[in-house]
């Protein structure tokens, strides 16, 4: 069903409401005059305003994290990699971001926002930036996907895709599209192989995203809405960056950005048990009714990844 301009809505394989605007990266000012406002359900965060907050932060990312629950994980154990599992067959990761790429960014934040600041003046500066990256997109410990998260550096994970996907040829990146949430846009880089490209010819290629770019050994994302709970607001004096607590916090839309592998039906990326257990990880559940069921606390979750044996019985 269309609704608004461009968005198509439809109900989840989480049972969540979305729009989806296909073959765009919507910028978060040009969203709020895209989109009717007015269905107060779905945008009563989108419609706020909300007291200055860093924004854009240019972040320079060089992991992926697939979050899978157990069930899923067995599935990946057993046949030694990933499939795509839903209808497009496609693979979906995100991105991982770690406290050095906070502190980066936070540079990058004040070198473009503030004119002629020097490297000394940076330096001096007492952090702000963490202050602010209180969305998800930013919390590792947690998750709604599941317990167990594989985590892989983007030259490897491409690495492996370019090898087994793409026939020793570069994957193609393009923009798969915008998708909207209650509290969160999505922006999806659809990743394929060339002998793919007449099937996604319809999605532009990521060139035309005004908010990811991949380089090769990373991406970098100009992140828009970097907090979820806005407790304090930005203050600029001079070239100082400062913040004030705000009364009441406010909630807000927070945004990040997916990749999604096409792996073709009956194909799967692999990788040796050998890899895939250090790349694992537990976190906690933040909401068991996206997991769809089959989760487990922490302790188990623990207990189940150090049961997995790295060789074949």
Known sequence: MATTTGFIASINVRNKQELYLEGKHIILQDLKLRVDLKQEKMFTYLSKNIPDYPTPVEFHITELAHVTKKTNLQKIWDSEGFKGLDEDSLLWWSLKINEADIREAEKWYLKSSIQDISEEEIAAQQPFLSKFTTSPAFINETSCYG?????????????????????DEEPVLRVYGTKLFKKLIEYVVLVHSPRFNETFSKHPLLASSPLVVYEGNQITWRAQAICELHNCQLEIHGKTADTQ?????????????????????????????????????????????????????????MAFLESLSETNE
């Not at 999604?260 to 890899?275: I, Q, S, Y």
Request: proline letters at 5%; aromatic letters at 12%.
């Open 245 to 301: 607590t705000m009364d009441p916090v406010e909630f807000y839309v927070w945004d990040h950005v997916t990749l999604a592998f096409h792996v073709n039906k009956d194909e799967v990326l692999t990788f040796p048990k050998t890899r895939l257990k250090p790349s694992l990880s537990c976190c906690k559940i933040e909401s068991k009714e996206l997991a769809n069921g089959g989760i487990s606390d922490l302790n188990e979750a």
């Open 147 to 167: 317990n167990f998260a594989f985590t892989f550096p983007l030259t490897e994970l491409m690495e492996a895709y370019k090898k087994q996907m793409c026939e």
